[in-house]
C-alpha cells in the first residue's frame, strides 16, 4: 500500500519544508508500527526544488484476519472470499487513511513547533495512489475531490491488461494535483475520502467517528455536494451515526449562513430542567466511591473479583488512567453477559488491550491474581457461606496481596429505611448473610491485622444518624514494611525446605 506526496519550492522557500511539517526529517528512513502492520515513512528525493515523501505501509495479513471477525470488524467485504488473499495489503484504504492519521497526526492538525509558521502557508501539492479501489469509478472519484480544488487525474485499472475485453477493474490510480493547499488540509481530505471511497472500513464504527468525521471535515464538508454521500460510506451506513452527523453538517451550515456560531443557532429550544431531582441509584453511588476510592490509592491495574455482568468493567474503561482491568467470576453465564455488555467482539485494538475476562473462584488462589495494584470485591462476601469467607480471605490478602483492596456489602442496619423490603428479610435471595456494621469493622479489623493491611471505612449512599449507610466500603492499604517481611520471611522458609530436602 503506497502514496506520495510531492511539492517544489525555491532557495528562499525549500521543498524540504515538508520534512519540517511531517516532523519525519529527509535524510531518515523510519519506520512506525501501526495495528496491523508496519508504516515506512522515506524521501525518494529530497532538495530545495523538489521534495517527495512515500508511506508505503505493511500489512499482516495474518493480524488483519485475526482481529477482524467478519464484516463487522476487519470486515471489507472482499475478505469473504477468502480470508488470507484479498486486496487490503495492496490497495489504499481505511488501513491507509488510519496510518496517515497516526505516522503524520502533527501535520494532519496543522501544527508545528520548531516552524510555526509554516502549517498554515500554502504550498503547491502533487499527491500520487497507485491503487485505490473506488466504487463508483473515475466519476466518483472526481465527484469528490474536485469540488475541493483538486486537479484530478483518474485511470481506471484494467482487470487485464492481455484481455481487454474484460473491462475495467474498480481499482484506480490517482493523481491529485494543486498550485496552493495547505499540507494539513489535504491530509484531512485523504483521510476522510480514501475509506469513503473503498466503502470497507477495517475496524468498527463506534459513535465516536462521527466526531473523528466532522473534525477532518472542519471547513470543507458541510459544502461538500457530495456530503450525504461521504457521510453515509465513511460511518458504514450506519442510519443512527448518519443521522446524527447530518443534523451537525446542517447546524454549521445554518451558522455559516447567518454568520454565526453553531452554539447561537443550537438555542432555539431550552433545555428541559426536571421539576424534582431524580435519585441517584444506590449501584451507581457505589461504582462511584469505589472508583473515586481507586483514584485516591493511585491504581492502573485494577481485579474486578466477583465482576458479575461487568458494570464496573465498564466504568472503569472510561477513565484512562485504568490501563489494565480484569474481571473475574465463577459464573460462566455471567462472563458471558459481562463480554456482550463491555462489546469486546466489537472494542477498538486499544481499548480491548486494557480489559480482560476469566473465569475464577475466589475459594482458591490463582496466580494470575498476583501483582495488581488494586482488587475490588463489590457486593460479593455476603454471597458466600460464612465457613468459606478464610478461604476467600487467604486467596486476596494473602495470595494476590493487592497494594489496596476495596470490600463494599449491605449494611443491614440500614434494612428498616426500606419500605419495600419485609422485616427479618435480607436484600437478595442469594445474600447468605449481612453485617451490621459493628460485625463489618470486627471481620475486616482482623483481616487486616492477619495479613499486614490498614483498614478504613468509608459510608456509601445516605448516612443515616441512626442506622448508618445503605452499603459499607472498607478501604485495605497494604503495609509495605510488612508486605515485605512476609516476603523475607516467605523466601526464608523456602530456602530450608528446599536444604532439607537436598
Known amino acids: 500500500m503506497f ?109 508545528c513547533r520548531a516552524r510555526p509558521e509554516l502549517p498554515g502557508a500554502v504550498r503547491p501539492l502533487r499527491i500520487e495512489i497507485p491503487a485505490l479501489p473506488a466504487r463508483g469509478g473515475p466519476d466518483l472519484v472526481r465527484g469528490l475531490f474536485e469540488p475541493l480544488g483538486w486537479t ?93 452527523a447530518m443534523e451537525r453538517l446542517e447546524l454549521v451550515r445554518l451558522a455559516e449562513t447567518d454568520d454565526s456560531e453553531v452554539e447561537e443557532i443550537d438555542n432555539a429550544v431550552e433545555a428541559e430542567h426536571e421539576t424534582e431531582e431524580k435519585p441517584t ?19 492502573a491495574r485494577v ?3 466477583g465482576c458479575g455482568q461487568g458494570q464496573l468493567v465498564q466504568a472503569l474503561l472510561k477513565d484512562p488512567r485504568f490501563t489494565e482491568i480484569v474481571g473475574v467470576d465463577v459464573s460462566v453465564r455471567a462472563l458471558t453477559i459481562a463480554s456482550r455488555r463491555l462489546k469486546l467482539d466489537r472494542m477498538g485494538e486499544r481499548q480491548a488491550s486494557r480489559v480482560r475476562l476469566f473465569q475464577g473462584s475466589l475459594a482458591y488462589t490463582d496466580k494470575r491474581l498476583r501483582g495488581y495494584d488494586a482488587a475490588v470485591l463489590s457486593e460479593v462476601v455476603e454471597h ?15 495470595s494476590a496481596r493487592p497494594r489496596t483492596v476495596l470490600v463494599t456489602t449491605p449494611n443491614v442496619e440500614y434494612n428498616v429505611r426500606w419500605e419495600s423490603l419485609p422485616a427479618g428479610h435480607v436484600r437478595h435471595g442469594d445474600h447468605r448473610f449481612e453485617w451490621t456494621r459493628a460485625e463489618f469493622r ?56 528446599e536444604a532439607k530436602a537436598a
Open 303 to 305: 481485579l474486578d473479583l
Open 281 to 299: 441509584p444506590l449501584a451507581v453511588q457505589r461504582r462511584d466511591a469505589i472508583i473515586a476510592a481507586l483514584r485516591s490509592a493511585g491504581a
Open 3 to 111: 502514496l506520495t506526496i510531492s511539492t517544489t519550492g525555491t532557495p528562499e522557500r525549500p521543498a524540504t519544508d515538508l520534512g519540517f511539517l511531517l516532523h519525519k526529517h529527509p535524510d531518515n528512513a523510519q519506520a512506525f508500527s501501526t495495528s496491523y502492520g508496519t508504516a515506512h515513512v522515506l524521501y525518494p528525493e529530497a532538495s530545495a526544488e523538489r521534495c517527495t515523501v512515500a508511506l508505503l505501509l505493511e500489512v499482516d495479513a495474518v493480524a488483519l484476519v485475526r482481529r477482524g471477525k467478519g464484516k463487522a470488524r476487519g470486515g471489507a467485504p472482499d475478505a469473504a472470499l477468502a480470508q488470507y488473499v484479498n486486496d487490503r495489503p495492496y490497495a489504499a484504504s481505511s488501513l491507509l487513511a488510519v496510518a496517515l492519521s497516526s505516522v503524520f497526526s502533527s501535520a494532519m492538525k496543522g501544527t
Open 442 to 497: 470486627v471481620w475486616a479489623d482482623a483481616v487486616a491485622e492477619r495479613h499486614g493491611y490498614a483498614v478504613e471505612f468509608v459510608p456509601v449512599g445516605p448516612d443515616d444518624p441512626e442506622v448508618g449507610p445503605p452499603t459499607q466500603m472498607a478501604v485495605f492499604s497494604l503495609n509495605t514494611a510488612t508486605d515485605t517481611a512476609t516476603d523475607t520471611a516467605t523466601t526464608r522458609t523456602t530456602n530450608e525446605k
Open 384 to 398: 458466600l457461606d460464612p465457613p468459606r469467607l478464610p478461604a476467600l480471605e487467604y486467596a486476596v490478602f494473602g
Open 152 to 244: 484530478v487525474t483518474v485511470d481506471a485499472v484494467p482487470l487485464d491488461t492481455e484481455f481487454p475485453e474484460w473491462g475495467d477493474s474498480r481499482y484506480v490510480r490517482l493523481v491529485l494535483e494543486s498550485d496552493e493547499r495547505t499540507l494539513a488540509e489535504a491530509l484531512r481530505h485523504l483521510y476522510v475520502l480514501l475509506p469513503v471511497l473503498d466503502d470497507a472500513k477495517h475496524y468498527w464504527v463506534a459513535p465516536d467517528e462521527v466526531d473523528k468525521l466532522l473534525r477532518a471535515g472542519e471547513g470543507w464538508l458541510p459544502g461538500h455536494p457530495e456530503h450525504k454521500l461521504i457521510t453515509s460510506r465513511y460511518l458504514s451506513r450506519r442510519w443512527s451515526l448518519t443521522r446524527q
